[in-house]
Antibody, heavy 121, light 106 residues
Framework: EVQLVESGGGLVQPGGSLKLSCTPSGFTFSDSAMHWVRQASGKGLEWVGRIRSKANNYATAYGASVKGRFTISRDDSKNTAYLQMNSLKTEDTAVYYC????????????WGQGTMVTVSS | SYELTQPPSVSVSPGQTASITCSGDKLGDKYACWYQQKPGQSPVLVIYQDSKRPSGIPERFSGSNSGNTATLTISATQSTDEADYYCQAWDTSTVVFGGGTKLTVL
């Protein structure tokens, strides 16, 4: 079965850090660009950022609201993508999804179930 | 920054056709995608490259994109189609989502 599983969410204080993981199964992870998308409660989808494959030099890009605070990485040997979140703010509270970009369609065809991040004192 | 605008809500009667629009500057020059999200669930891709359907998506879902507007059309709408719908496009190498439209089938 093709799927993505996120983990690592939880409660963190403002200014703190948290690292999310995304583990795929059922497809060749190393060939895929992986993206992170978040959704605050009752709100819409917001793109967080992405990391491309080794063939594309593991290039990263980020949304304006997280740039400089969040870092996306991957370990193809462990079939895992990561989202390192630093200097967290209360407005970062959201469900975080990892998703695969299917290059042939230039669209996100596989989504994880999401992991909740709560930033609160 | 590039913005995509959707109506917050659309209502449709069962069996009728629902149309959800997504507006952005010269959106027709880009590819648009659409995602369906039901409460408590992850988004699901329903349309890619303006008008193509992934396998498993019913034929009643269709899309178009021209000028400044992309449109998701759901024919013979069913109660199971009630969900939030998000359009998405690319602005250079960054991803942009519309604000979402809640489709109510009543």
């Amino acid at each position: 079965e093709v799927q993505l599983v996120e983990s690592g969410g939880g409660l963190v204080q403002p200014g703190g850090s948290l690292k999310l993981s995304c583990t795929p199964s059922g497809f060749t992870f190393s060939d895929s660009a992986m993206h992170w998308v978040r959704q605050a409660s009752g709100k819409g989808l917001e793109w967080v950022g992405r990391i491309r494959s080794k063939a594309n030099n593991y290039a990263t890009a980020y949304g304006a609201s997280v740039k400089g605070r969040f870092t996306i990485s991957r370990d193809d040997s462990k079939n895992t993508a990561y989202l390192q979140m630093n200097s967290l703010k209360t407005e970062d509270t959201a469900v975080y999804y990892c998703t695969r970009l299917w290059a042939n369609w230039n669209a996100f065809d596989i989504w994880g179930q999401g992991t909740m991040v709560t930033v609160s004192s | 920054s590039y913005e995509l605008t959707q109506p917050p809500s659309v209502s449709v009667s069962p069996g009728q056709t629902a149309s959800i629009t997504c507006s952005g500057d010269k959106l027709g020059d880009k590819y648009a995608c659409w995602y369906q999200q039901k409460p408590g669930q992850s988004p699901v891709l329903v349309i890619y490259q303006d008008s193509k359907r992934p396998s498993g998506i019913p034929e009643r879902f269709s899309g178009s994109n021209s000028g400044n507007t992309a449109t998701l059309t759901i024919s013979a709408t069913q109660s199971t189609d009630e969900a939030d719908y998000y359009c998405q496009a690319w602005d250079t190498s960054t991803v942009v989502f519309g604000g979402g439209t809640k489709l109510t089938v009543l």
